[in-house]
C-alpha cells in the first residue's frame, strides 16, 4: 500500500517497453504459437486488445499435446458509442470474417471482436483503421473509452456533451507511435520509443481510468461507477459546464476487505473551456499520487480514500491552477436505456433496440446480426451503442420508420417488447473466453432470467422493472455493485448474491447470500419477490423495497465500512 | 546389431580371440563391416584359396549377383532370403543394394537376379533410382551375356502395379540379356508369388553355375545371416503389446483423426532404434466383414480351405484378408463373375483412367454393391490378398520412454457412398482401448538413422505424420546429449488444429534442444503453403548447414510431398550453391550416396 513499496511488474513492463513496443513485433512473428510472449501480453492491452483462451478447450487441448485455443478481442476507442451505417458494416465485415460472426456491445460503448487469432490481428487492426475506428488505450493503464449518454440528437446539448467527450478521447489519448508503427505500418522516426507523454510520462497510469459525462436525469451510463464523471449542466437547452465527480470504480477481489466498489462523489463544477484541464488535472494527480505496487489497490478510489477527498480536490486544483466553481443542482432520476421509438427536439426518430448481453449475434430466428446489417444497407443516420449493452437506431426520418420497422421485425429484433427484468438485464462475457472470469455470466443468464421471470410471474410482477445483473468475477465490468438484484460469480455454479441497489445509480447494493448455488438463490428470490408483491408501495422499486422493508441489511454496503 | 552371423556360434578359444582383437583393432565401421561380410562369406564355403581383396575380383562367371532395390525392406528382404537359399544350396552369391551395385561390371555378370519395388506412381524405390536410370539410358551396355530374371514387388491397388520390375525386365531383355524364367510380380502378399519365383530362381541357378567352385565372397552385413535369435519375436510370430495410452493429438475442429498410440514392449526383448518401424497387425472392422458377408448373401460360418487351412468364412474375411482396397486382379475376377460393361471397360487397354477412378474411389464393398456377382466362398478369399501388416514410423525413443513404442496414426477415414468408410490398420488401432493387446513387431529401417557423430546437425522434414520419427530422433538426441543441431520443418493443415506435438516442440526450442522449427499450415491463408515453401524461405541457411555437413531426413508422403521436397532442395542448391540443375541433383545424389539424405517415404 506504501508507495515506496516496489512497483508491481507490469510497471516494469510498461517502463521497458519503449512506448508500449516492448517485443510485440517480435511476439506476433513467431507461428510456433498462437500466442505473445508473456510480457507483451500486458502491452497489447494499451493496444486495445487482450489475449485470451478458449477455457472451454484447455483441458482437452492439453491432452491433445496442443497449446491453449488462443485469440484475442479488440476493443474499440469509440467515445459514446456512434458510428455510421458505413461503419458498422465494416464492423460487421471484420467479425464476419476475421472474429467470431458476432459483435459485442459493451457497457462502456464499445465494440468487442472475440476469436481473432493472432496471425490475423494485424489485419483485423488494419481493417478496424480503415473504418476510421481505432481501438487505441481502449484497454491498459490509460483513460478508456469515453461513455457520453446516448442520442446527443435528442437534443442539441446532447450534441454539445458529446463533442466534449470525443474532445476528452482525443485530448487524453497517449501519444506513442506504437500503435501506428505496429499495427499501420508507420514508418519509424527519429524519437520512435521516446515519444513524449505530456499526460501519461513513460510508465503512463497505475492502473485503467474510466470517464463518464451524463446529462440529468438520465443516468444511463453509470456515471458513478466511473473514475471521472462529468455530469452535464443544462439549462434552458444551453450547456454551462459540467460537475465534476471523482473516485468511482466497481471492481474488488474476493477475500481482500482492502477492496470495495466505490461510487464517485462530487467535487466542483467546471465551466466548458476547463473541462479538459480539469479532466488533465484528475488524470495527472492520479498518475503522480496513485499505488504502483499493488495492482488490487491503484485504481483512484483508493487514491482519494488514501489522501482524503479534500486532499486530493486540492491537488487538483493546484494544478489546474484555480479553484473549482461550488457543484450546480443536478438530479438524476432514471438509469438504464429507453427503448422502442422517440422523437428528437428536430423531428427525427430514434428506435431503442434490445440486444442481449450486448451479443450482436444470428441465433435461429434471432438473426440480429444479420438484421443489423440490413437496416445499416438502408439507414441514413446513425447508430449509437448505449451503456447497458443496447443500440439505437438513431436520426431516422419519419418516413423511413415503416422501412425499419419491417427489418426489425423480420429479423427478431423485437427483444425490447420483452419482461421488463430480461430486458434491463446486464451480463459480462466471462466464460469461455475471459480469463479472470470464475464463473458463468453471459451464457448463463438467458436461463436464469427464464427462472426469475418465472418467479415474478408467479407473484404477479412480470411487469416489474427490476435491474439484474450477473458478472463472472468481481471485477464489475457488467456493474453488478449497482444491480437491484446482482449474481458475482465465486466459483463454477456460484455466486454472491447481491441485493438493494437503487434504480438510479445512486446506492451500491450489498452482499446479501455468499457462494450460494442457483436453488438458494431462486429460493431466496421467490421470498422476496412474495414480500414485495405483497408489501411494495406504488412505483416502489424492488431495490429500495428491499432496505425499506428490512428484508436486507440496512447498513451502507459493507464494502463500505471496511473504508480506511 | 549382431556383428557375426547369429546362428548358435562355437565360442572361440581365448587365444583365438585375442587374434581377432588384434586383427581388428583399430578398423573403422567399413572396414569391420567388410570383414565380418568377409568371415561369413568364410562360414557360407569352403575356402580354396584366400579371398579377393574386392568383391568386383571375384569371377563373375561363376557367381550369382542379387541386386535389390528397397523402399521398407520387404525387396531386401526377398533378396536375402534367396541369397540364403542359394548358398544353402552350396552356390555362391552376392547381394548388393542397387545404389552400392558398380554399374561397370553389369557386363560381366553371367547370372543376375533383380528384387525390386514400385512406389507410389511407378517410382523406383530411392535406392535404385541411379540403377534403373542407368540401365534405361543410352549409355548401358549390350549383355548378350547375361541372364537373369526379375521379381517386382508392389501394391495392386495401385495402377502401376509392379511397374519397375516390368520396366527392368523388359529392358535387360532389350539389351540382350537372356530371361531365364518369367517376371514374378508380388503383391502385398509377398510370399504368394515371391517363394514360387525364389524356387524357380534356385533351380534355374543351378543350371547355370558351375558346380560350386566355392570361392568366399564377401557379403553385405545382414544379407546372409540368419534371421537373429535375439529376436523371439517377429513378423511371422507377433508381440501381443498391451496398449497404454490411446489419445487424439488433433483438436476438435481438424479434419482428420490423429491418434497418438503407446504400446509397451515390457518382456518382449524387443528393441527398435530411432527411425524404426513398427509392423502392425490389424483385424477388420466387424461391421464391414458383417457387410461383406451380406454384400455375398454368404453364411458367415461357412467351411473355407485355403491352402490347407480351414476357417469359416468369417474368420478368414476378419483376421487374414485386406477388405478395403481393391486391386485390379479382384477387379479382374469379379468382372468375369458381374458381367458388367463398366467393369470390363475399366479393365480395357485403354481404360486405365477408368480403373483408377475405380480403384481410388470405390473399396471392396462398394464394388461388391455397385457391381453384384456371384462368388464361391473360396474363390473369393483366394482371390483376396491376405491381410498384410502396416508399418509405422516409431515416435519415440527407447531412450526416452524405456520399454514403450509409440505410434503417431492419422486414422484413415472418409465418406463414399452416403456411409462412412475406414481404413481398416488404423481403424483398427484407434479403436484400441487401454490394456488391449496389438500385435507387433519391430521393421528395422537401417537406412533411416541418425548420424553417428553426435556433432553433426540433422534437419528433419516431417510434415503431417511424417514427423513421427523426428519425435524419437529428438527424444534421442536429447536423452543422449547429442551436441549437433535439430532443425524440424513441419507441415500440416491447421495451425490451430493440426499442429502435431506442438507443446512438446515448444518446449523442446524452450530448453534449446530443438534448434530451430519452421511450419507451414495450408488451410491458414489465402496462399498455400507447404514445408517445401518453408525450405525454400530459409533456404541460405539450410544449404549452409548442409554444407556444414548436416544429414538431412525425410518423412511422409511419397507421391507428392517427397517429391517436392526434392525439387526444393536442388533449387536450394541451384540458388545459394551456384549450382545448375544438372549438378544440384548431383549434389543431392552425391549427399544421398553419403547417407546424409535420408527419407522415410510411403
Known amino acids: 500500500m506504501a508507495p515506496s513499496a516496489p512497483p508491481s511488474p507490469v510497471e516494469t513492463i510498461k517502463a521497458a517497453s519503449r512506448r508500449l513496443r516492448g517485443t510485440l513485433a517480435e511476439s506476433l512473428a513467431d507461428d510456433l504459437t498462437g500466442a505473445l510472449r508473456a510480457d507483451d501480453t500486458q502491452l497489447i492491452k494499451f493496444h486495445g486488445s487482450y489475449q485470451q483462451d478458449d477455457r472451454d478447450l484447455r483441458e482437452e487441448r492439453r491432452a491433445q499435446k496442443l497449446e491453449p485455443a488462443y485469440s484475442f478481442m479488440i476493443r474499440t476507442r469509440t467515445p459514446g458509442g456512434v458510428v455510421t451505417p458505413a461503419q458498422w ?44 475506428i481505432d481501438s487505441i488505450a481502449a484497454c491498459g493503464d490509460v483513460n478508456r473509452n469515453v461513455m457520453v449518454s446516448p442520442n446527443p440528437v435528442e437534443s442539441r446539448a446532447h450534441a454539445e456533451v458529446y463533442a466534449w467527450a470525443c474532445r476528452l478521447s482525443e485530448h487524453l489519448k497517449p501519444q506513442t507511435r506504437a500503435y501506428y508503427e505496429l499495427w499501420l505500418d508507420e514508418q519509424r522516426i527519429a524519437g520512435s520509443g521516446e515519444e513524449d507523454e505530456p499526460v501519461y510520462g513513460p510508465v503512463y497510469l497505475p492502473r485503467k481510468f474510466k470517464t463518464a459525462l451524463a446529462i440529468p436525469p438520465h443516468n444511463d451510463v453509470d456515471l458513478f461507477a466511473n473514475d471521472l464523471g462529468l455530469i452535464a449542466i443544462v439549462e434552458g437547452g444551453v450547456l454551462h459546464g459540467f460537475n465534476v465527480a471523482v473516485g468511482g470504480g466497481l471492481g474488488a477481489t474476493h477475500g481482500d476487505a482492502r477492496t470495495y466498489p466505490r461510487l464517485a ?33 491503484s485504481r483512484l478510489k483508493y487514491t482519494i480514500d488514501r489522501i482524503g477527498l479534500a486532499a486530493f480536490k486540492a491537488e487538483v486544483e493546484r494544478r489546474l491552477g484555480e479553484p473549482l466553481e461550488p457543484e450546480r443542482a443536478y438530479a438524476f432520476d432514471q438509469a438504464g436505456d429507453r427503448f422502442g421509438w422517440v422523437e428528437g427536439h428536430d423531428g427525427r426518430w430514434h428506435l431503442g433496440l434490445r440486444i442481449e448481453s450486448g451479443r450482436v449475434a444470428d441465433r435461429n430466428a434471432r438473426r440480429h446480426l444479420s438484421g443489423l446489417r440490413a437496416i445499416a444497407q438502408v439507414h441514413g443516420g446513425d447508430f449509437r451503442l448505449t451503456g447497458n449493452q443496447n443500440l439505437i437506431v438513431a436520426n431516422v426520418g419519419a418516413d423511413m420508420r415503416e422501412t425499419i420497422d419491417r427489418l426489425a421485425a423480420e429479423y427478431g429484433l423485437d427483444d425490447h417488447r420483452r419482461a421488463p427484468v430480461r430486458r434491463d438485464a446486464l451480463a459480462c462475457v466471462a466464460l469461455p473466453t475471459c480469463s479472470l472470469a470464475m464463473a458463468e455470466a453471459e451464457r448463463y443468464l438467458p436461463d436464469l432470467l427464464d427462472r426469475v421471470e418465472a418467479l415474478l410471474a408467479a407473484h404477479g410482477l412480470s411487469d416489474a422493472p427490476i435491474g439484474l445483473r450477473i458478472s463472472g468475477c468481481p471485477n464489475g465490468c457488467s456493474r453488478p455493485y449497482l444491480g437491484e438484484i446482482a449474481l458475482v460469480g465465486k466459483a463454477p455454479g456460484r455466486y454472491n448474491l447481491m441485493l438493494g441497489a437503487d434504480a438510479c445509480g445512486r ?58 | 546389431m549382431p556383428a557375426l552371423p547369429a546362428r548358435p556360434a562355437k565360442p572361440l578359444a581365448q587365444d583365438v580371440l585375442a587374434q581377432l582383437t588384434r586383427l581388428t583393432e583399430g578398423l573403422d565401421r567399413d572396414a569391420l563391416q567388410w570383414a565380418s561380410g568377409y568371415l561369413a562369406g568364410l562360414a557360407a564355403h569352403t575356402i580354396r584359396q584366400p579371398a579377393a581383396a574386392t568383391p568386383a575380383a571375384a569371377d563373375a562367371a561363376v557367381r550369382a549377383t542379387l541386386v535389390y532395390g528397397s523402399q521398407t525392406g520387404n525387396a531386401r528382404r526377398q533378396a536375402e532370403t534367396l541369397a540364403r537359399e542359394l548358398e544353402q544350396a552350396g552356390l555362391p552369391v552376392r547381394v548388393v543394394r542397387a545404389d552400392a551395385y558398380p554399374l561397370r561390371e553389369l557386363p560381366a555378370e553371367r547370372l543376375l537376379y533383380v528384387v525390386v519395388s514400385t512406389q507410389g506412381d511407378g517410382d523406383p524405390p530411392d535406392d535404385a533410382r541411379a540403377f534403373v536410370e542407368h540401365l534405361g539410358g543410352r549409355r548401358a551396355p549390350r549383355l548378350s551375356q547375361l541372364r537373369y530374371a526379375v521379381l517386382g514387388l508392389g501394391d495392386s ?101 490423429v491418434r497418438h498410440v503407446e504400446l509397451s514392449l515390457q518382456g518382449s526383448d524387443l528393441h527398435y532404434r530411432p527411425g524404426d518401424a513398427l509392423g502392425v497387425w490389424s483385424t477388420q472392422p466387424p461391421a464391414l466383414v458383417d457387410a461383406v458377408l451380406a454384400a455375398l448373401r454368404a453364411d458367415r460360418e461357412h467351411s473355407v480351405t485355403i491352402a490347407g487351412e480351414t476357417l469359416p468364412f468369417a474368420q478368414w474375411l476378419s483376421g487374414r484378408r485386406e477388405l478395403t482396397r481393391l486391386t485390379r486382379p479382384f477387379v479382374a475376377a469379379h468382372a468375369q463373375r458381374a458381367r458388367s460393361a463398366a467393369l470390363d471397360a475399366a479393365l480395357a487397354a485403354d481404360g486405365a483412367d477408368a480403373l483408377r477412378a475405380l480403384l481410388d474411389g470405390h473399396q471392396l464393398i462398394d464394388l461388391l454393391r455397385r457391381f453384384p456377382a456371384p462368388w464361391d466362398a473360396a474363390d473369393f478369399v483366394a482371390t483376396l ?12 525413443s527407447r531412450a526416452a520412454v524405456g520399454d514403450e513404442a509409440h505410434l503417431t496414426v492419422a486414422v484413415v477415414g472418409y465418406e463414399a457412398f452416403g456411409e462412412a468408410r475406414i481404413g481398416s490398420a488404423s481403424r483398427f488401432l484407434a479403436d484400441r482401448a487401454e490394456g488391449d493387446a496389438v500385435p507387433v513387431f519391430i521393421e528395422p529401417n537401417e537406412r533411416f538413422r541418425l548420424p553417428e557423430d553426435p556433432a553433426r546437425d540433422i534437419v528433419m522434414i516431417g510434415p503431417g505424420t511424417g514427423v513421427a520419427p523426428f519425435r524419437g530422433f529428438v527424444q534421442e538426441r536429447i536423452e543422449t546429449a547429442a551436441s549437433g543441431r535439430n532443425w524440424l520443418f513441419f507441415g500440416h493443415r491447421h495451425f490451430r488444429s493440426d499442429f502435431l506435438y506442438q507443446t512438446e516442440w515448444q518446449q523442446a526450442h524452450r530448453d534449446g534442444h530443438l534448434h530451430r522449427i519452421d511450419v507451414a499450415f495450408s488451410r491458414d491463408r489465402p496462399e498455400k503453403v507447404y ?42 542448391a541451384v540458388t545459394h550453391g551456384g549450382h545448375d540443375a544438372e549438378s544440384a541433383a548431383e549434389w543431392l545424389a552425391a549427399l544421398a550416396a553419403d547417407r546424409r539424405y535420408s527419407r522415410d517415404v510411403y
Not at chain 1, 465551466?271 to 504502483?292: C, F, M, N, S, Y
Not at chain 2, 490378398?385 to 519415440?396: D, F, G, T, V
Not at chain 2, 554444407?547 to 511422409?556: P, R, S
Open chain 1, 507 to 564: 446506492r451500491l447494493n450489498r452482499l446479501h447470500r455468499e457462494n450460494v448455488a442457483e436453488p438458494e438463490i431462486l429460493a431466496e428470490l421467490d421470498r422476496l419477490f412474495a414480500r414485495y408483491a405483497a408489501e411494495r408501495r406504488p412505483a416502489e422499486r424492488f431495490g429500495d423495497f428491499l432496505l425499506r422493508s428490512g428484508l436486507i441489511a440496512t447498513a451502507s454496503s459493507p464494502p463500505s465500512e471496511v473504508r480506511p
Open chain 2, 531 to 572: 514445408v517445401q515453401h518453408a525450405l525454400r524461405r530459409r533456404g541460405r541457411e539450410l544449404y549452409d548447414w548442409i554444407e556444414n555437413g548436416a544429414h538431412l531426413y525425410v518423412c511422409g508422403d511419397a507421391s507428392r510431398m517427397a517429391r517436392d521436397v526434392d525439387a526444393a532442395l536442388r533449387g536450394i
Open chain 1, 89 to 132: 458494416l465494416a464492423l460487421d465485415a471484420i467479425a464476419t470474417r476475421y472474429a467470431n460472426h458476432t459483435l459485442r456491445l459493451t457497457t462502456r460503448q464499445a465494440f468487442q471482436f472475440h476469436g481473432v487469432i493472432k496471425h490475423e490481428l494485424k489485419a483485423t487492426i488494419q481493417a478496424i483503421n480503415r473504418s476510421l
Open chain 1, 265 to 297: 462523489e462530487v467535487i466542483g463544477f467546471v465551466a466548458p473551456d476547463r473541462l479538459l484541464a480539469v479532466a488533465e488535472a484528475v488524470v495527472t494527480a492520479q498518475r503522480d499520487l496513485g499505488d504502483r505496487s499493488d495492482r488490487k489497490l
Open chain 2, 157 to 257: 491397388s495401385y495402377p502401376k502395379f509392379c511397374a519397375v520390375g516390368t520396366q527392368i525386365d523388359e529392358r535387360l531383355a532389350a539389351l540382350g540379356a537372356e530371361r531365364l524364367f518369367a517376371r514374378g510380380e508380388a503383391d502385398v502378399d509377398i510370399e504368394t508369388a515371391a517363394a514360387p519365383w525364389r524356387r524357380t530362381a534356385l533351380t534355374q541357378a543351378r543350371v547355370v553355375l558351375e558346380p560350386p567352385p566355392a570361392l568366399a565372397t564377401v557379403t553385405p552385413l545382414r544379407s546372409t545371416a540368419a534371421p537373429p535369435d535375439a529376436a523371439v519375436w517377429s513378423r511371422e510370430r507377433p508381440f501381443m503389446a498391451p496398449l497404454l495410452s490411446n489419445r487424439r493429438i488433433v483438436g476438435r475442429d481438424s479434419g482428420e483423426d
Open chain 2, 385 to 396: 490378398r491376405p491381410l498384410a501388416p502396416r508399418l509405422y514410423s516409431i515416435a519415440s
